[in-house]
């Protein structure tokens, strides 16, 4: 059994700049030192050891819409066997950017982000459903991306 996984001990000046950060990821390091107090290489340490750490990752995020990908949908997913080695097959597909281990009906969801609908029929039947120990899926196709949210701070 591997051990538990420990949240990272976070300072109120951590979880400051973090969410300076979520806010806007451009922002500069002497910004971010201004409204917390600290020196622009003071913040530039801290984040390195944060992103050292796996604590955060500071990344582009796009609309799919935009860059020409028009289909998304969750995928839930039936299984036999081990769960965790589909779940390793299905995050090594390249439209699949979600995995999720699941105690529910289903034992994963799965998110992922076609062309369109073809490249999405393509992928359940070509690629998914044909995986060892997929017992069945369910296909919840995304009409309207109502809301997403990166930026709910550090509670």
């Not at 002497?30 to 955060?56: C, F, H, N, P, W």
């Not at 969750?74 to 979600?98: E, F, H, Q, W």
Request: hydrophobic content about 45%.
């Amino acid at each position: 059994m591997s051990p538990k996984p420990r949240p990272a001990p976070l300072d109120a000046t951590a979880k400051a700049i973090i969410e300076q950060l979520q806010s806007d990821g451009r922002r500069s390091y002497a910004e971010i030192g201004k409204a917390v107090g600290l020196s622009e290489a003071a913040v530039r340490q801290r984040v390195q050891k944060l992103t050292d750490a796996g604590v955060m990752q500071i990344v582009a995020v796009t609309d799919p819409l935009q860059l020409g990908f028009f289909r998304q949908a969750m995928i839930g997913v039936k299984v036999s066997g081990d769960t965790r080695v589909i779940a390793d097959a299905l995050a090594a597909l390249p439209a699949v950017d979600y995995v999720v281990l699941t105690a529910g009906t289903f034992d994963l969801l799965i998110e992922v982000v076609c062309e369109n609908d073809d490249d999405l029929i393509d992928l359940l039947n070509s690629e998914i459903r044909t995986l060892p120990g997929v017992i069945s899926t369910e296909t919840f196709v995304y009409l309207k991306l109502h809301k997403q949210l990166y930026n709910w701070g550090t509670r």
